[in-house]
Structure formats: structure tokens, C-alpha cells
Nanobody
Framework: QVQLAESGGGLVQTGNSLRLSCIAS????????TAWFRQAPGKEREFVAS????????YYADSVKGRFTISRDNAKNTVFLQMNSLKPEDTAVYYC?????????????????????WGQGTQVTVSS
């Protein structure tokens, strides 16, 4: 079992930044990739970014490329999502999720079916 806890969400104005954190506990040795997904009201959950536990392959949704950066601190079992130049359309509940497999394929890394454990989410609201 892996438990995930997200933090760092909040209310910000357009153009500002937030950094989300996802702390993993439990059987963290079994983690492959960690990803961020988001779900806005009335919309389906969508992929945001993914990073493997080992290696440098990161993968981003087109909508956040150049604005968001995913990174990790394996010593602290933590993955971060630095979000810059935030837009109102970034408003959503942000979830982190972990897989049991390391993905170096962007398609697989972006599918929610690839992830087994999920956190409870943290709300991000960007006002215009």
C-alpha cells in the first residue's frame, strides 16, 4: 500500500504561481512513476505531468508545457509541481497518483489507468 498526501493548493490571481507537493508513505519502494492529474467542475479528469522515480524522463500535457515543472526529492518521497503563469483554466482539484511500473513512454505515462494509488486532491483556484 502507498498513501499519498497532496498539499499546496490555494486561491491565486492570474499570472501568479503555486507549488504543489505530493508526499508518499507506505511501500514507497514499489513506486514507478508519480503523476499529477486535475479535474475541473463538470469536466473529466485530465493528465498534467508525470515523472519516474528513476531517470529524467518527464512528460507534460500540452496545456501546461513551459509553465509547469514536475520534480522529485526521492530522499523525502516527495514530488512537486511548480505551476507558474497560472490561468483561470488551470482551476481544478489536483491529484497525485503513483504507478507500480516506471514509464518512459509518454502515452502510457499520461493514462490514468496506468496509476494504482491516488491522493485525495488539493484545490487550485485561479481568479481572473
Amino acid at each position: 500500500q502507498v498513501q499519498l498526501a497532496e498539499s499546496g493548493g490555494g486561491l491565486v490571481q492570474t499570472g501568479n504561481s503555486l507549488r504543489l507537493s505530493c508526499i508518499a508513505s507506505g511501500r514507497t519502494s514499489g513506486i514507478g512513476n508519480t503523476a499529477w492529474f486535475r479535474q475541473a467542475p463538470g469536466k473529466e479528469r485530465e493528465f498534467v505531468a508525470s515523472i519516474p522515480k528513476i531517470g529524467d524522463f518527464t512528460y507534460y500535457a500540452d496545456s501546461v508545457k513551459g509553465r509547469f515543472t514536475i520534480s522529485r526529492d526521492n530522499a523525502k518521497n516527495t514530488v512537486f509541481l511548480q505551476m507558474n503563469s497560472l490561468k483561470p483554466e488551470d482551476t481544478a482539484v489536483y491529484y497525485c497518483a503513483t504507478s507500480r511500473t516506471i514509464y518512459h513512454d509518454g502515452h502510457l505515462a499520461s493514462q490514468d489507468q496506468s496509476y494504482f494509488y491516488w491522493g485525495q486532491g488539493t484545490q487550485v483556484t485561479v481568479s481572473s
